[in-house]
């Protein structure tokens, strides 16, 4: 195997559970491969644990183990595999939700693997090629563990190398997997959907939309396929419009209306620029007693941090001034580089330029499927905050 020599300073990281080593951080790594497990040396030339090297990609080793005498390979990926699933059983109400993570990369220690379950079948998305030369194995052992109807291979994210999509193992998934979340019913394209078909980090969110959505008119931006939109409709919401850029998503938001026995003529469904549609409604006086923003992430990348900074505060802002004296906003940002505290002051700033003043009712984060080791602040993405606009 391969070995690297951890600098000092980084190794009491490596210790505490930090899952990335940066290229530019470590000595270069001579006669591995993409894919290559690589052992880890501490001071002395000690063993501290082994990683999955990736040549091309800034982060360069991604930790398998920090335990003496594990081995990385297809026993530790059954064990992990493992451990994620029992963490479900005991977390999660499996009875009320049959699409959940599975497997949450970093945060289930299989870092850079993604698996999502759709109603008996999984859908497995890559951030790196580094796990292509694992792929059999990896698919191997999760049907022997979950024993699912099939899986699908999505890809891998950012796509630097071609992996086509494809049914790995099983049964083909259909069109359209209709899950159960909450009560409600979702239809999942995992083949065209965004990311695994469904944003399922925002499951329990969407369960307090659905709880604060009686009688209101709603404006849901950035709507996807109308989760949002299909909770405040179901609580009880007498209208929502839901707003997305993307044709096939509008769609697939009024295909769940139908799905949950809701008439698509008694709500919106506009295929426009987010940002356009609030100019729109202010421009035609509208206001609703809910407005929920859930925008794609405008920081991609840490330099594009500023004008990220500047489009969310123009995005919150016309949509805090949407909103009737006493409704509710619902902001959410995905974007890693925007931590909790950066999202609030985005929000003070929202709030101050759209003269109104907010009282938070709730702040959330990632919920139980998607865990993220405390000494890995990076992999903290998702603010969701419920509030008042006075
Ligand atoms: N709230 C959704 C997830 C939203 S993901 C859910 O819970 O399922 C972000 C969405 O924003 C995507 O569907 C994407 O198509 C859409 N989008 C991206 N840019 C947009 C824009 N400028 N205006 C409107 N929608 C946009």
């Not at 426009?272 to 990348?301: E, G, N, T, W």
Request: proline fraction near 6%.
């Amino acid at each position: 195997m391969p070995t690297v020599v951890v600098p000092d300073r980084l190794t009491s990281h490596v210790a505490a559970g930090h899952p990335w080593l940066y290229a530019d951080a470590v000595p270069a790594i001579s006669g591995a491969h993409t894919g290559a497990l690589v052992t880890l040396l501490g001071q002395g030339r000690r063993p501290i644990g082994q990683a999955l090297f990736d040549a091309d990609s800034p982060i360069a080793l991604r930790v398998l183990t920090t335990r003496r005498g594990e081995q990385a390979g297809p026993e530790l990926w059954r064990r992990r595999v493992e451990e994620a699933a029992a963490l479900r059983r005991g977390t999660l109400d499996l009875r009320s939700t049959d699409a959940f993570r599975l497997l949450h990369g970093e945060g289930d220690r299989l870092p850079g693997v993604v698996v999502d379950h759709y109603a008996g079948f999984l859908v497995l998305k890559l951030d790196t090629p580094a796990w292509l030369p694992h792929l059999d194995d990896l698919r191997d052992t999760l049907m022997e563990v979950v024993r699912p109807r099939g899986i699908f291979f999505k890809g891998i994210s950012g796509e630097r190398e071609a992996a086509a999509p494809r049914t790995l193992a099983g049964d083909e998934p259909p069109e359209h997997i209709a899950v159960r979340e909450h009560g409600m019913r979702l239809l999942v394209d995992v083949r065209r959907g965004q990311k695994t078909g469904l944003f399922l980090d925002q499951r329990e969110n969407r369960a307090v939309v659905r709880q604060v959505g009686r009688g209101r008119r709603v404006l849901n931006l950035f709507s996807y396929t109308g989760g949002f939109s299909l909770a405040a409709a179901l609580g009880g919401a007498t209208h929502v419009t839901s707003v997305d850029l993307a044709k096939g998503a509008v769609e697939g938001a009024r295909q769940n209306f139908i799905a949950n026995d809701l008439d698509p003529a008694a709500h919106g469904f506009v295929a426009a620029d987010a940002f356009d549609h609030l100019a729109a409604c202010a421009a035609s006086k509208q206001q609703f007693d809910l407005v929920i923003v859930d925008p794609p992430s405008f920081a991609p990348r840490k330099q594009a941090l500023r004008a990220a900074e500047a489009a969310y505060t123009k995005l919150n802002a016309a949509a805090i001034r949407l909103v009737v004296p006493g409704g509710l906003v619902a902001c959410a940002s995905c974007s890693s580089h925007v931590p909790m505290d950066m999202f609030l002051k985005i929000l003070r700033e929202s709030a101050r330029v759209a003269r109104r003043a907010l009282r938070v009712l709730e702040i959330r984060q990632e919920p139980a499927d998607h865990p993220t080791p405390l000494h890995f602040p990076e992999g903290r993405y998702l603010k969701f905050v419920l509030a008042v606009a006075e």
